[in-house]
């Protein structure tokens, strides 16, 4: 292993020692501020916590244009259903595995705690006279994940430089030069409940209907797989229950699924209450679309699992809480009532996930998609959100208002977040051609040119920031965004060789 790849991956295990999920940064952006100043480096952050830390010229440079080394600060925080992990609290635990690092049981924030601990490590290099490089501007942004607020809110002056090396892309040898522009939408379906007394001659049991197991994945960069959503399969299933047993024999207490706008659901559940002289049927309606959803979805999602368990009615007296009073606790309990149960349901069944539209310039580029992203029960509510992504305004806007459409219908109000805009690729960039030149004399192999569909901060940092040059590539990450995210170990050695290399160029 390189030297620097063993130091890069020792900075990268500090970082993860701190916790850092999308809107809590605090811990990390501390750390990066006196790691600079005990290091001698200048560093400053903004109200937002976005940080800036300045590496001077290494002798020979001084006369070089300034380059910009950025990433971000947060990560997406998944685990496995069994593991403990608290994102929180708990250091993430880094396994070498060969040529492999990964997480124990959850993402391990390849993605992009890696360019942290690659621009870290370059500028002490260069303050100990190991490597030579133009005037750096190491620039760490926050809340990436979750709506690219940090680099929205980055103020005039902030920086100086010109020449952005953004590293943020997941496969080694690629050189990103665009990306998508995508927006949010939040969908709130209100709720009427009804009181549920399941004392009564026909009484009910409570359970837990689930799906879990599916590979889910980065929804700018998986959504063409095909891979199965847990909020639609979810609905799905409650579907065939309602016509398996009869709708009055099923009543929905609350619905949940996914975790972030950009993650393709891996898990939904749903408490049901059910008839108590329907649970065999119950039990062969949940066999029969266990069988059916593996069947279709064998080869993209091979651990999936819908699984339908009794649960205890306390979990549901706490769901309830709020609605019934204490002493009649012991034999009532809100539901959904029939109407907004059939709304919610078709509403989720109805909302578009997946690719929308191909490009007709790039080939294999998908152009427009959608990500059914997350479902939420609250008190009178059902807040649901969707991501839109396109590298096509027009297209961009007409997901959107499909979003809505379809909302409305269901008697649902939808709120449009600020979008952010595409990067817009320029093939004839001086930056891509002196790149791709040391890549090519580097590694003697040409590398690939690529506009991708998942989002960048370069778009917004290009729209905002004039005459900006850009560039993004990283080391090869499989599975951002998952409990199985892991990191190619030999690839960070070739982008470390790689930037020293073109560092080079500018002396």
């Avoid at 990306?179 to 009484?203: M, R, Y």
């Avoid at 559940?269 to 649970?279: G, I, P, R, S």
């Avoid at 709020?322 to 002493?327: A, C, L, Q, S, W």
Wanted: charged share 30%.
């Amino acid at each position: 292993m390189h030297p620097k790849t063993q130091q890069i991956l020792e900075v990268f295990e500090e970082i993860n020692k701190i916790p850092r999920r999308s809107k809590h940064e605090e811990q990390i952006s501390i750390w990066l501020q006196e790691w600079s100043r005990s290091r001698g480096f200048e560093v400053k952050a903004d109200s937002l916590n976005n940080m800036l830390i300045k590496a001077p010229a290494t002798a020979g440079y001084e006369n070089s244009p300034t380059l910009i080394l950025q990433g971000h600060m947060d990560m997406v925080c998944e685990k496995c259903k069994d593991s403990g992990h608290d994102f929180s609290r708990d250091p993430i635990r880094c396994i070498c595995d060969r040529d492999w690092m990964r997480g124990d049981g959850t993402s391990i924030g390849a993605d992009d705690g890696i360019a942290l601990a690659l621009g870290l490590v370059l500028a002490e290099a260069g303050k100990k006279r190991e490597i030579g490089h133009p005037p750096l501007e190491l620039l760490f942004t926050v809340d990436e994940e979750t709506g690219l607020t940090g680099a929205r809110g980055l103020e005039a002056g902030f920086f100086e430089g010109k020449i952005l090396l953004n590293l943020d892309s997941e496969k080694e040898g690629v050189f990103v030069i665009g990306c998508a522009g995508g927006q949010n939408s939040l969908i709130t379906l209100p709720v009427e409940w009804e009181e549920l007394d399941f004392k009564k001659e026909n009484a009910y049991r409570f359970f837990r209907l689930s799906v879990e197991g599916l590979e889910g994945g980065h929804s700018g960069v998986e959504i063409n797989k095909q891979r199965a959503n847990g909020i639609q399969l979810l609905s799905l299933a409650l579907a065939g229950l309602r016509e398996k047993l009869g709708e009055e024999n099923i009543r929905l207490v609350l619905l949940n699924g996914g975790s972030v706008h950009n993650a393709i659901p891996t898990t939904a559940e749903a408490f049901v209450a059910l008839n108590k002289d329907t649970l065999e049927k119950a039990e062969e309606a949940v066999s029969g679309l266990r069988k059916a959803f593996k069947a279709e979805y064998s080869k993209t999602d091979p651990e999936l699992i819908l699984n339908l368990e009794e649960i205890d009615k306390e979990i549901i007296f706490e769901v309830a809480e709020d609605k019934i009073p204490r002493e009649e606790m012991s034999s009532r309990v809100r539901v959904f009532s029939a109407g907004t149960e059939e709304k919610l349901i078709e509403l989720i069944m109805g909302l578009p996930h997946g690719v929308y539209r191909m490009s007709e310039t790039i080939q294999g580029l998908v152009e427009t998609s959608n990500n059914l992203a997350t479902v939420r029960t609250a008190e009178n509510e059902v807040m649901i959100v969707s991501s839109q992504r396109s590298s096509n305004n027009l297209r961009l806007a007409e997901i959107s208002r499909k979003v809505e459409a379809v909302a409305k219908l269901a008697g649902a109000w939808v709120e449009h977040e600020p979008g952010y805009p595409a990067w817009e690729p320029d093939p004839k960039s001086e930056l891509l051609s002196k790149c791709k030149q040391v890549y090519t004399e580097t590694f003697e192999e040409e590398p690939e040119i690529k506009v991708i569909h998942a989002g960048l901060e370069c778009g917004i940092i290009g729209s905002v920031h004039e005459d900006m040059e850009m560039i993004s590539f990283g080391p090869t990450i499989k599975d951002a965004h998952c409990p199985s995210e892991r990191i190619f170990i030999p690839s960070i050695e070739k982008v470390w060789i790689f930037l020293e290399n073109l560092f080079k160029t500018y002396c």
